[in-house]
């Protein structure tokens, strides 16, 4: 096997990197099996061993794969979960956008996985771009209802719900955990029944926090989903949540999807 150069030359251990990349995104190895030893892969792509070293260095750094002392080298197991971003109606609403505790909830079922979350409430000031998108100045108070959401253990998603204080005030959104039924419930008892909304799809890489909590490898990024909701009156809230991409992989829908296989 060799290593083609295209149209630009690259340095021979990324192209290597690349081609093991595809080779991995292609399910050659499933995760959590051994990639081949230094020696083998030297063989099939005709390179020095440094290349092999290098190359490697790279997908670690990815997260891709990962080095264990004394026992190789091993595809890093971080199943992706499909997340339907289009959230469509779910048996228990009659109407409305779905909750987005419920449809997280209905896919970890689904999908055999254990789902958790852990649960805060805070008072911060808005920035500018959640006061552009909630219709507030920037700098005021806002209510920010946060969830750190775990599958299997293992750290998935950070969900920031931003409110007006004067729609949060007095009410269930104030308190510092989740609430039965989930802030849709209270919204809903305020007359603010969300029926669209806009999303903004990012990637970037985490700050240092956001690393550590989601413990993946250097060169993961996050797909960040910043969410408008509407009502009938303007914006409720704007939820802002972000994944870790190699765990995650956001689905959206168009048109008429009533015939859609497994709905």
């Given at each position: 096997?060799?290593?083609?150069?295209?149209?630009?030359?690259?340095?021979?251990?990324?192209?290597?990197?690349?081609?093991?990349?595809?080779?991995?995104?292609a399910?050659?190895?499933?995760?959590?099996?051994?990639?081949?030893?230094?020696?083998?892969?030297?063989?099939?792509?005709?390179?020095?061993?440094?290349?092999?070293?290098?190359?490697?260095?790279?997908?670690?750094?990815?997260?891709?794969?990962?080095?264990?002392?004394?026992?190789?080298?091993?595809?890093?197991?971080?199943?992706?979960?499909?997340?339907?971003?289009?959230?469509?109606?779910?048996?228990?609403?009659?109407?409305?956008?779905?909750?987005?505790?419920?449809?997280?909830?209905?896919?970890?079922?689904?999908?055999?996985?254990?789902?958790?979350?852990?649960?805060e409430m805070?008072?911060?000031r808005?920035?500018?771009?959640?006061a552009e998108?909630?219709?507030?100045?920037?700098?005021?108070?806002?209510?920010?209802?946060?969830?750190?959401?775990?599958?299997?253990?293992?750290?998935?998603s950070?969900?920031e719900?931003h409110?007006?204080a004067?729609?949060?005030?007095?009410?269930?959104?104030?308190?510092?955990?989740?609430?039965?039924?989930?802030?849709?419930?209270?919204?809903?008892?305020?007359?603010?029944?969300?029926?669209?909304?806009?999303?903004?799809?990012?990637?970037?890489?985490?700050?240092?926090?956001?690393?550590?909590w989601?413990?993946?490898?250097?060169?993961?990024?996050?797909?960040?989903?910043?969410?408008?909701?509407?009502?009938?009156?303007?914006?409720?809230?704007?939820?802002?949540?972000?994944?870790?991409?190699?765990?995650?992989?956001?689905?959206?829908?168009?048109?008429?999807?009533?015939?859609?296989?497994?709905?």
């Amino acid at each position: 096997m060799t290593i083609s150069s295209g149209s630009m030359p690259s340095p021979k251990y990324q192209r290597l990197a690349a081609d093991l990349r595809r080779r991995i995104s292609a399910g050659e190895w499933p995760g959590g099996t051994a990639l081949p030893v230094e020696a083998e892969l030297e063989q099939q792509y005709s390179v020095a061993r440094n290349t092999v070293r290098l190359a490697v260095d790279v997908l670690v750094n990815e997260g891709l794969l990962v080095r264990l002392q004394g026992k190789g080298t091993f595809l890093r197991e971080h199943p992706v979960l499909d997340h339907r971003a289009f959230g469509p109606l779910l048996p228990s609403q009659r109407d409305g956008l779905a909750g987005p505790s419920e449809v997280y909830t209905a896919e970890a079922e689904q999908a055999g996985r254990q789902l958790s979350a852990e649960f805060e409430m805070l008072i911060v000031r808005a920035r500018v771009d959640v006061a552009e998108r909630l219709g507030v100045q920037p700098g005021e108070a806002v209510v920010v209802r946060r969830q750190l959401r775990l599958l299997d253990r293992e750290p998935y998603s950070i969900e920031e719900s931003h409110y007006r204080a004067g729609v949060a005030a007095g009410t269930a959104l104030m308190e510092p955990d989740p609430v039965p039924g989930g802030d849709e419930a209270v919204l809903a008892a305020l007359g603010r029944v969300e029926v669209g909304a806009v999303d903004q799809l990012v990637a970037r890489m985490p700050g240092p926090e956001e690393a550590q909590w989601f413990q993946g490898g250097p060169g993961v990024p996050l797909l960040v989903q910043t969410r408008v909701t509407y009502d009938r009156r303007g914006p409720v809230r704007v939820i802002e949540t972000r994944y870790s991409a190699d765990r995650c992989r956001l689905t959206y829908g168009l048109g008429q999807l009533g015939a859609r296989p497994g709905r």
